[in-house]
C-alpha cells in the first residue's frame, strides 16, 4: 500500500506545478522552452509581450523549480529544468493542437 504522506507531498508539488501552467502568458513560455533553450529576447520576440513581463515570469518559475537559467557572457538562457515538465508540455500541446 503506497505511503498516504508521500502521495499528498507528491500531489501538493503536481498541484503547484500546474497552477503555474494555468497562466496563460507562463504555459506559453514554457511551450515555447519545451522546444529548447531561449534567451529572454528570443521569449519576447515569440510571446509578443514586454521583456519585464518576461522576466516577471521566468523569476517566479525558477523560484517555483520549473525553469534554470544558464549565463552566457552578456546572455541568459533558460530552459525547462524537469524533463517530466517538457513531456508533459509537448502532450498537451499534441492533445490541443487542433
Known amino acids: 500500500m503506497p505511503d498516504l504522506s508521500e502521495s499528498k507531498k507528491r500531489c501538493a508539488r503536481v498541484a503547484a506545478m500546474l497552477k503555474s501552467l494555468a497562466h496563460p ?55 525547462i529544468l524537469d524533463p517530466k515538465l517538457s513531456a508533459l508540455i509537448k502532450e498537451m500541446e499534441a492533445a490541443f493542437n487542433e
Open 25 to 79: 502568458q507562463r504555459l506559453f513560455i514554457l511551450c515555447r522552452l519545451a522546444k529548447g533553450e531561449a534567451t529572454v529576447s528570443e521569449l519576447r520576440e515569440a510571446c509578443g509581450a514586454s521583456q519585464s513581463l518576461i522576466s516577471q515570469h521566468l523569476t517566479r518559475m525558477r523560484r517555483e523549480g520549473l525553469v534554470q537559467a544558464r549565463r552566457q557572457g552578456h546572455f541568459v538562457h533558460y530552459r
